[in-house]
């Protein structure tokens, strides 16, 4: 696949299913970095698929909520099949072939008596009370690539020592422990395997008793599989003697899977050593509690790029508020890896990818629709038309005027993010220089938004002429602090991204049209007056 | 990593009792299940039985002592293979009537957003009208996670052959929701 050679619609649904081997998907994720039609064509299928998502959601499951049946009708049914298994084995010409079998039986049991198989909240909870002091180093294994980090991680500590050319695939897997609420500090233990698995609304557990290739050696492995979370499967392998932990092996939703050995103990001294060579020659990135502070910078470096509105990106604390969550959804590779590079050098940051499409929360509602359900033979429709100068002069006020609008609305959301991450409490606690960072954040949405609504009234200028100077009256904003001022700012930014779409893209009655119309001059003076009102605010 | 020698399989029901552990696969999957049967176009009324039978099955299957490596995808197999059954005895597929007073914005719920969010909804369901049922129920068994040579095993195809009902599914959803 190169440059020259488009992807087909196929391999497009199966680099976004994650059903591409993983050579193939490196090749298709090199070409979509150079190729702007594929990238089209792939958010096109992607919003397709998005669409199918939200109509399950929506309209499916409601629909098909009420028809489960109860389970107490299986449960009869379950009780007239063992009555008749019963009455299969009172049969008398069944009753020796009975009392050979449970004589069989009784020997199965005390087989299995003897080799003392627990069960898995025994074994774990027996596992889980070994002592830790002697566990040295861990073998994480990704994709064919091995690092060594000490077992656990203790006093706030959580990196590996990795080359920084490898430093993205370990924050990756660290990234994936921490979505799965399951401990990186400690992830080679039944307490964080216990940990993780009671948590969980909905298993299946299965136990096996396995062999050390020297043949003598039993072990046990526990493995719980899961519908829910991105950690689909998790098995931990236990010494059968000491319920010491060996082993472990994660699969997490459409990635590679991740194994962590124990080192063996002759090895341990000779691996700890590595760990601290390793460490000395690639500095560590050691870890304290993430804080607003941190969090900023994040804002700060993804506005730098662009990437602070208009990108379906999550930025949090995490609940533990040890590090700075990043989370972006379907977006095009090239773009993950502009934010990684922005990102890169942030401590207590964490950036995760998801290739789904983004949900209904990731974002404000500013998706660009691409075609619109205006009724072109209304004659709402076509006295706009004669206002714009023809039905194509209508379209392209309408495009432009639709882009303009989200971006607006977009940079709104933006602010109003930034003002619920920093209420007035948490900004008095900011450092100075954090401080004048957040105010230039600010200062810069306020921009974009301001701008947005000029170049709004001149888009829509060829429509408005003849209505009356209709302006709002002076519009007070109830709140002096500029976080309270940006919700308002906000709500308002929301009004008019609706009305314009309402305006443009729906299909209004000569009355109802009329109307938007009318009241679109005072809801755009409505939003300048917020802004003056946001620019003034006290710092 | 090291390697080891399987000696024995404890199957599940050996930890739990058998009704529990059909009991809790059944509180975990049954919306899933019942929703794939009433998208195969199975009765309501019928899926209700069909339901019956399907964790009937598995309770069998279980007690049998045999293990079940992809729970998910073994409850869809039987069910598809059950419901296909009970569909050949119905004269007419029956659709999915949306409840569209449902469907309200979670976000804005405001009559406009609302009305929008309608219009683009009823294109997706124009849209999956016009599908084969295969090309419907690998979309759904896609949308319930399951990867593509699960919804192969379930349907009784091939993984490339999900990927091309797939293909043609999702484009046409495209194309509805994009123009």
Not at chain 1, 202 to 213: F, M, Y
Not at chain 1, 288 to 317: C, H, M, Q, S, Y
Not at chain 2, 18 to 42: F, M, N, P, S, W
Request: hydrophobic residues 40%.
């Amino acid at each position: 696949m190169d440059k020259t050679t488009h992807m087909s619609d196929a391999d497009l649904i199966l680099f976004t299913d994650q059903e591409m081997r993983a050579d193939s998907a490196t090749k298709a994720e090199r070409h979509l970095n150079v190729c702007a039609d594929c990238r089209k064509r792939l958010n096109d299928l992607r919003s397709g698929a998005a669409a199918y998502e939200e109509y399950r959601q929506q309209i499916l499951k409601p629909a098909f909520g009420s028809a489960a049946t109860d389970w107490d009708a299986i449960r009869d049914r379950l009780a007239k099949e063992k009555s008749r298994k019963r009455s299969f084995w009172f049969e008398p010409a069944m009753l020796w072939a009975g009392a050979a079998l449970a004589f069989g039986l009784i020997v199965f049991i005390l087989y299995l008596q003897r080799s003392s198989r627990p069960e898995v909240t025994e074994l774990l909870t027996k596992a889980a009370a070994v002592p830790e002091s002697t566990r040295g180093a861990v073998l994480l294994t990704v994709g064919g690539h091995h690092w060594l980090r000490p077992a656990v991680f203790r006093g706030g500590e959580s990196a590996v020592a990795v080359p920084a050319g490898e430093r993205f695939t370990v924050q990756h897997v660290h990234a994936l422990f921490v979505e799965a609420h399951y401990s990186w500090e400690d992830p080679l233990s039944a307490r964080s395997f216990a940990v993780w698995r009671y948590q969980l609304p909905q298993k299946q557990d299965e136990v096996t008793l396995i062999r050390g290739v020297d043949g003598k050696r039993r072990f046990y492995r526990v493995k719980t599989r899961t519908a829910a979370g991105i950690l689909r499967t998790a098995s931990l392998t236990l010494q059968a003697d000491t319920y010491r932990a060996t082993t472990a092996a994660f699969e997490f939703q459409g990635e590679d899977p991740v194994e962590l050995s124990e080192q063996s103990v002759e090895g341990a001294g000779t691996a700890r050593q590595e760990v601290q060579e390793n460490s000395a020659r690639h500095p560590k990135v050691t870890e304290t509690r993430a804080g607003p502070e941190d969090e900023l910078r994040v804002f700060a470096a993804l506005n730098a790029i662009g990437a602070d509105a208009e990108e379906p990106i999550d930025v949090k604390l995490d609940a533990k508020r040890q590090h700075v969550l990043v989370t972006g959804m379907g977006m095009p590779p090239a773009r993950q890896k502009e934010v990684e590079n922005a990102l890169a050098e942030l401590p207590n940051t964490i950036v995760h990818f998801n290739s789904a499409v983004p949900g209904r929360n990731a974002a404000p509602n500013n998706e660009k629709p691409d075609t619109y359900t205006a009724d072109s033979r209304s004659p709402f429709r076509q006295s706009l038309e004669t206002r714009a100068g023809g039905p194509g002069q209508l379209q392209t006020i309408t495009d432009r005027a639709l882009d303009t609008s989200n971006a607006m609305f977009a940079q709104a959301h933006s602010l109003l993010v930034l003002a619920q991450e920093f209420p007035p409490n948490v900004e008095l606690g900011l450092r100075g220089s954090d401080r004048e960072t957040l105010l230039g954040l600010r200062q810069r949405h306020v921009g974009a938004i301001e701008y947005a609504v000029w170049q709004l009234r001149d888009e829509l200028n060829p429509l408005l002429e003849g209505e009356p100077a209709q302006g709002s009256p002076p519009h007070n904003s109830k709140n002096s602090s500029w976080q309270g001022s940006a919700e308002e700012l906000f709500e308002a930014a929301r009004n008019l991204n609706e009305l314009v779409s309402r305006l443009l893209a729906g299909s209004n009655a000569e009355q109802a049209g009329g109307e938007m119309l009318n009241q679109l001059p005072s809801d755009l003076s409505k939003l300048e007056e917020l802004i003056r009102a946001q620019s003034a605010a006290e710092r | 990593m090291q390697e080891f020698a399987l000696l024995i399989d404890i199957p599940i029901a050996r930890v739990m009792g058998v009704d529990d552990e059909v009991e809790q696969i059944y509180g975990e999957t049954r919306k899933a299940i019942c929703a794939y049967l009433l998208c195969l176009g199975v009765p309501a009324s019928q899926a209700q039985e069909v339901m019956q039978e399907v964790y009937l099955r598995l309770y069998q299957t279980t007690r049998k002592g045999e293990i079940i490596h992809n729970m998910r995808a073994w409850l869809f197999r039987v069910a598809h293979n059950l419901g296909l059954k009970v569909r050949a005895r119905e004269r007419s597929f029956r659709a999915v009537n949306p409840d569209w007073d449902r469907f309200v914005h979670p976000v804005t719920e405001s009559p406009e957003r609302t009305m929008l969010d309608r219009e683009r909804m009823s294109r997706v369901a124009v849209a999956l009208e016009s599908l084969s049922p295969q090309q419907r129920n690998c979309l759904y068994l896609r949308s319930e996670g399951l990867r593509y040579r699960e919804i192969a095993e379930v349907i009784g195809i091939s993984s490339s052959t999900v990927n091309e009902f797939l293909r043609r599914a999702i484009a046409r959803l495209a194309e509805a929701v994009n123009g």
